[in-house]
């Protein structure tokens, strides 16, 4: 199966165009366990390391099944970076999608039109026909994974699936070929009607947010401190599925008026706006804590802590901002500081 490779910091890609085209959509996530070397002579050390780690990658060698890119306005980083792929990535198809930092008819119009032209270069490039009726159909089909993504995660809160593996799971959903998705969360969700509640005496119930945070190996740590994710507002979570597209709208209209409205990140305008999505968040599922975790160099979630900091301090919630810098052993060394905040969440 073909694919289409994502290079996006705020899962504002519409898979449904790239699905209307037969294409499956894939984003790409970065690895800590990757040695960075060769994007050196591209990027300074002072780079976020995400993005760093993913053009690390690319540059040795995507998936043979990928035969484009469409890389969507995210922060600075993923926009910038995007012309250095162009040099290095040995692919015909890249495609940089300007999806709007602002929300309003100007931007709803602004991304309507770079949609089109986004179908129209694949037309053209790939020599297919993208209908309205196929965009419809693939737009069904999102909802239906948006809406058994929504309904799993709620299990986090019913104290039966880990963090951990609702968070594998939306890698799955953001990197498979839908049809096996949509039968993995089908099946995912009769399981857990049949599954008991885990002991949560100790537990210490938090919201994750930061930046794109897609180790799954890190919540797994976060679990082994004894914190279990109980909601987060990440683009490998939340961000991912929280709306749902109308069906009943123009398709390409619909699909901009989502990728507008969905719960605001940092990288957006105003994103002041987050915290009232963070709010919501932790009243509906008494969160007792939130970690705010930035990789490093991440400046979009570095802006946004102190502004966070001083509202959940209001808000009367504990909270930890931690940056880590892209690899395993690195986590080892903030247990300290999750460890205190364990402690300051038990008092
Ligand atoms: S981690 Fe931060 S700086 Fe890096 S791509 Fe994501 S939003 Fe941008």
Same mark, same amino acid.
């Given at each position: ?21 037969? !294409? ?6 970065? *690895? ?5 070397? @060769? ?74 039109? *770079?949609?089109?032209? %986004? ?42 699936? @880990?963090?951990?593996? !609702? ?13 096996? =998705? ?29 930046? *794109?945070? *897609? ?29 749902? =597209? ?15 409205? @969905? ?37 979009? =979630? ?12 209001? %808000? ?24 205190? !905040? ?6």
């Amino acid at each position: 199966m073909k694919k289409i490779g994502i290079f996006d910091s705020c899962v504002d890609t519409p898979e449904e165009i790239i699905l209307a085209a037969d !294409f499956v959509p894939y984003r790409f996530f970065s *690895d800590p366990t990757v040695e960075i070397d @060769k994007v050196n002579e591209h990027i300074p050390p002072t780079h976020c390391m995400w993005t760093r780690n993913l053009l690390e990658q690319a540059i040795n060698g995507l998936d043979k099944d990928i035969i484009g890119i469409i890389a969507s306005h995210g922060c600075d980083r993923t926009n910038r970076e995007f012309d250095i792929w162009i040099e290095c990535i040995n692919l015909d198809f890249m495609f940089f999608l300007n999806t709007p930092l602002k929300n309003d008819e100007t931007a709803l119009k602004f991304f309507i039109n *770079d949609m089109k032209e %986004l179908i129209f270069q694949m037309e053209e490039y790939f020599n297919l026909k993208i209908t309205p009726a196929n965009i419809k159909e693939a737009i069904r089909k999102m909802n239906q994974i948006r809406s058994f993504l929504k309904e799993i995660s709620e299990y986090r809160s019913k104290m039966i699936l @880990k963090g951990s593996e !609702f968070h594998a799971l939306v890698k799955y959903a953001q990197t498979q070929d839908k049809d096996e =998705v949509l039968e993995k969360l089908s099946s995912k969700l009769e399981e857990l009607k049949n599954k008991k509640p885990f002991s949560n005496d100790d537990l210490k119930k938090i919201l994750l947010t930061g930046s *794109d945070i *897609d180790d799954t190996e890190l919540i797994k740590y976060l679990e082994s401190l004894g914190f279990h994710v109980i909601i987060d507002d990440l683009g490998v979570g939340t961000r991912y599925f929280w709306n749902r =597209v109308d069906e009943n709208d123009e398709p390409i209209r619909a699909l901009a008026k989502y990728h507008l409205n @969905k719960p605001i990140y940092s990288t957006k305008f105003p994103s002041y706006k987050r915290f009232e999505v963070l709010k919501n968040l932790i009243e509906n599922y008494n969160v007792e804590g939130v970690i705010n975790i930035a990789q490093k160099f991440c400046e979009p =979630v570095l802006y946004d802590h102190p502004y966070l900091s001083k509202k959940m301090k209001e %808000l009367g919630i504990p909270y930890l901002f931690i940056e880590v810098t892209y690899n395993r052993e690195s986590y080892k060394q903030l247990s300290t500081r999750f460890s205190a !905040f364990a402690e300051i969440i038990s008092r």
